[in-house]
């Protein structure tokens, strides 16, 4: 008996993909509640007013959330998500955040770097429809990929 190892794959994409939506939605408490120490440090060095700021960026985790549970939409969600986070680990990484800004051992900063990988994962899982997607709206990628 040989296993499908591509259905295997995506049967553990929706495993990385409850993660992503869990992740994402937990902080919304907090994104939505108030300021935040994050998005007061990020206000303050980049110049942007803290509240807009903050409610954007919960606003495309929300929706990334959302897309990458409807198993239609996930590889757009899991390519929203894996780019929100890309951002979160940059901010961390270049900012004056700092990768521990709660002095908590980095929590944030490794829960955002383990939303990226779980967000490649489902990529990974998924790439046939990911290239798909490139395929159709990349028109970067030239008259071989359509």
């Known amino acids: ?10 049967q553990l994409a929706w495993i990385a993909a409850i993660w992503i939506a869990y992740e994402f939605l937990w902080y919304e408490q907090y994104k939505l509640a108030g300021p935040t120490l994050v998005f007061d440090r990020l206000s ?6 803290e509240k807009p700021f ?12 959302l897309l ?8 757009f969600g899991a390519a929203f998500a894996l780019g929100i986070m890309s ?4 901010f961390h990484l270049f900012t004056p ?8 051992g980095a929590q944030l900063f490794k829960e955002a770097c383990f939303t990226w990988v779980m967000a490649a994962f489902v990529l990974f899982a998924h790439r046939r429809e990911a ?13 071989k990929a359509a």
């Not at 008996?1 to 995506?10: A, S």
């Not at 903050?54 to 959330?65: D, G, N, P, Q, T």
């Not at 290239?131 to 008259?143: E, K, N, V």
């Open 1 to 10: 008996m040989t296993l499908d190892k591509d259905r295997i794959l995506r």
């Open 44 to 49: 303050a060095w980049s110049g942007i007013p």
């Open 54 to 65: 903050r409610l954007f960026v919960a606003s495309m985790e929300i929706c990334a959330a």
């Open 68 to 75: 990458v549970l409807i198993p239609r939409t996930r590889v």
């Open 87 to 90: 951002g979160a680990i940059f």
């Open 97 to 104: 955040l700092g990768v521990d800004p709660y002095d908590d």
């Open 131 to 143: 290239l798909a997607l490139l395929r159709r709206y990349a028109p970067f990628l030239g008259p």
